[in-house]
């Protein structure tokens, strides 16, 4: 069974810097692409960040340049540093599969103050 814990998250003033972690197991990270989503107040949710089976990182535009997605794949752990926050970053994190495939986690808050 795939379980995906996300930790990390809180409240940071705008520029800041955020690291989160996203545990997992049931999942072999070499053989599968992972995302990091966020769902942002009254809005949908978006993949912000990619890694694929070869180590392939591919960003949404909005965050080019300012975010980081890594992970350890001794450890099952998939990270996103969030450098330069600006307040529309703000919203719940998410990990997952790409596409999501399974359930999703309870997630972890980031707020970004202006």
């Known amino acids: 069974q795939v379980q995906l814990v996300e930790s990390g998250g809180g409240l940071v003033q705008a520029g800041g810097s955020l690291r989160l972690s996203c545990a997992t197991s049931g999942l072999i990270l070499r053989v599968v692409t992972m995302g990091w989503y966020r769902q942002g107040p009254g809005k949908e949710r978006e993949l912000v960040a990619r890694i694929n089976s070869g180590g392939r990182m591919t960003y949404a535009d909005s965050v080019t340049g300012r975010f980081i997605i890594s992970r350890d794949v001794r450890k099952n752990t998939v990270f996103l540093q969030m450098n330069s926050l600006k307040p529309e970053d703000t919203g719940l994190y998410y990990c997952?599969?790409?596409?999501?495939?399974?359930?999703w986690g309870q997630g972890t808050q980031v707020t970004v103050s202006s």
């Open positions: 997952n599969t790409y596409p999501g495939t399974y359930g």
